[in-house]
């Protein structure tokens, strides 16, 4: 895909057309009302994107790529697996919670892509869950965690950060820090022996 020379510009791009699908929702928002907030012929856009689908990828697809490789990088560190689990654990609640909007469309628009986006995508969301299950087993492996099922402990993860997205307000009286903090704190306490 062809892309603004400005990279402020891309990014600008990216922040507006994330905000008009999330709160709008993919299917709601035209490539016209997508120019017009940005201030630019609807012609203009189809410079910088094939499609509305391909930016919606886009957008869902920077956002795992950018957790993954994070996520990737802290399970290859030379850490205590406990260690590990709240690195990887209190970055996810910071990274999805303080980006709303892309979390917004991952749980809500993953089925407004085509097959082959969104089989790229979950393949990617697949990828998650191994990293975080193989800590999850690694600790249960040293006798450190309780008899839980690590899919079950991770998919409950996923689901009290992804649910940020119904109340948790990064302009309220809970900081990310704060909540990132709390989530591995919930989440470790109930889970480590």
């Given at each position: 895909?062809?892309?603004?020379?400005?990279?402020?510009?891309?990014?600008?791009?990216?922040?507006?057309?994330?905000?008009?699908?999330?709160?709008?929702?993919?299917?709601?928002?035209?490539?016209?009302?997508?120019?017009?907030?940005?201030?630019?012929?609807?012609?203009?856009?189809?410079?910088?994107?094939?499609?509305?689908?391909?930016?919606?990828?886009?957008?869902?697809?920077?956002?795992?790529?950018?957790?993954?490789?994070?996520?990737?990088?802290?399970s290859s560190m030379d850490l205590l697996p406990e260690d590990r689990l709240n690195r990887v654990l209190g970055f996810y609640t910071h990274y999805y919670a303080g980006d709303q909007e892309r979390l917004i469309l991952l749980i809500n628009?993953?089925?407004?892509?085509?097959?082959?986006?969104?089989?790229?995508?979950?393949?990617?969301?697949?990828?998650?869950?191994?990293?975080?299950?193989?800590?999850?087993?690694?600790?249960?492996?040293?006798?450190?965690?309780?008899?839980?099922?690590?899919?079950?402990?991770?998919?409950?993860?996923?689901?009290?950060?992804?649910?940020?997205?119904?109340?948790?307000?990064?302009?309220?009286?809970?900081?990310?820090?704060?909540?990132?903090?709390?989530?591995?704190?919930?989440?470790?306490?109930?889970?480590?022996?």
């Open positions: 895909m062809p892309k603004p020379q400005n990279p402020k510009r891309t990014k600008e791009i990216y922040r507006v057309i994330a905000h008009l699908f999330a709160y709008r929702g993919y299917h709601s928002t035209s490539m016209r009302e997508i120019a017009r907030e940005l201030g630019m012929n609807q012609s203009s856009l189809y410079h910088y994107f094939t499609s509305k689908q391909e930016i919606l990828f886009t957008l869902m697809n920077d956002a795992i790529d950018d957790v993954l490789a994070v996520l990737e990088e802290i628009e993953m089925n407004s892509l085509n097959e082959e986006y969104r089989s790229i995508l979950v393949g990617k969301q697949r990828q998650y869950v191994r990293l975080i299950k193989s800590i999850l087993e690694e600790l249960f492996g040293q006798d450190k965690i309780k008899q839980i099922d690590p899919v079950i402990a991770t998919f409950a993860f996923f689901g009290m950060v992804h649910y940020t997205i119904k109340w948790y307000h990064k302009d309220g009286r809970v900081s990310l820090d704060q909540l990132a903090n709390a989530f591995v704190e919930i989440f470790t306490k109930g889970i480590l022996r």
